[in-house]
Nanobody, 125 residues
Framework: QLQLLESGGDLVQPGGSLRLSCAASGFTLDDYAVGWFHQAPGQEQKRVSCIRFNDGRTDYAGFVEGRFTVSRDFAKNTVYLDMDYLKPDESGTYYC??????????????????WGPGTQVTVSS
């Protein structure tokens, strides 16, 4: 069964760090790009970053560049999002999705074929 599952969401203080994981099962990520999306309560979904699994090329939204890092582990068929210096407005649900690797540099959620159920991040004092 083809699935993506996010993990690692937690409560963290402003300025803190988290590592999110996106594990794929039932298929390999070799021919895909994996994007991370953030949805704050009452807000539209925004594409945070993307990585092409084969060649490791990445893309970041301007508001996270320099603070977030996306990476992948071939052996674990998993993509990670390392988030540093987190801000309160970055609270919300983080989703990972798989898309054609050609679409990694786009920001359109409707181009993604598979989605995880999301993991919750709360940045608060």
């Amino acid at each position: 069964q083809l699935q993506l599952l996010e993990s690692g969401g937690d409560l963290v203080q402003p300025g803190g760090s988290l590592r999110l994981s996106c594990a794929a099962s039932g298929f390999t990520l070799d021919d895909y790009a994996v994007g991370w999306f953030h949805q704050a309560p009452g807000q539209e979904q925004k594409r945070v970053s993307c990585i092409r699994f084969n060649d490791g090329r990445t893309d970041y939204a301007g508001f996270v560049e320099g603070r977030f890092t996306v990476s992948r582990d071939f052996a674990k068929n998993t993509v990670y999002l390392d988030m540093d210096y987190l801000k309160p407005d970055e609270s919300g649900t983080y989703y990972c999705g798989a898309t054609r690797e050609d679409y990694c540099f786009g920001t359109h959620a409707d181009e993604y074929d598979y989605w995880g159920p999301g993991t919750q991040v709360t940045v608060s004092s």
